[in-house]
């Protein structure tokens, strides 16, 4: 995967030369697995009622409110590439932070995106329940629960993507020596309470797994 395809690693101004791109690497399948929900959950491959153009102006709305501009104008960006699918009511979200747009629908998804990300306490199952009861479908529902959950995640990798680019890459100090994990024992195979645990052969600790 290069930058260009990776959403955090273009905002956060990174290179295949950098060292915290390096480090993302170390660990390719999050990388690559964070892109592909991201495509999944913003692509326009999904069949579900909730448009493409919605899911981005909640998303943007997501960052807009956490104070992560960055992200946020990626996905007006994106938004508002989509020409007519972008209704007015999609519209006057992007024109007017906070707004209400009289949609019920779409009130009820940006009220549930704005309250999990302002007072999360508040968050709570009226509020997730305020959005089939508004019209939105139940798989629909389960699809903005999901895209909030993601967008919230992507928020702090970024956060923390950047923080490390500013820095350098370079970690403050040197890892500590991580002693070695004890062998896995299996609770079947564990001895009766008071006994003491004895070794497992090899070949035994393989079939415990």
Known sequence: MTTANDTI??????????????????????????????????????????SRAERLVLASE???????QALADEYRQR??????????????????????????????ALHFVRTLALHPAESDRAALLA?????????????????????????RLFAGVK??????????????????AAPFVHPANLPPPGEPLRRLPPWASAMSC
Do not use: H, W
């Open 79 to 108: 938004a508002e590439s989509l020409g007519d699918a972008l209704t007015p009511a999609l519209r006057t979200v992007l024109a007017q932070p906070g707004a209400q747009t009289g949609n019920a629908r779409l009130d009820a």
């Open 9 to 50: 690693d273009r905002l956060a101004g990174l290179t295949d030369q950098s060292p915290v791109f390096a480090t993302r690497r170390q660990r390719d399948k999050v990388a690559i697995a964070t892109q592909a929900c991201e495509d999944l959950l913003l692509g326009d491959g999904l069949a579900d009622s909730l």
């Open 131 to 155: 959005m089939p009861e508004s019209g939105l479908s139940i798989d629909d529902t389960v699809l903005v629960a999901q895209l909030v959950g993601f967008i919230a995640y992507q928020l």
């Open 62 to 68: 997501q960052c807009r409110v956490s104070g992560v």
């Open 163 to 180: 923080a490390m680019a500013e820095l350098g890459g370079q970690a403050s100090a040197p890892a500590a020596d991580v002693a070695p």
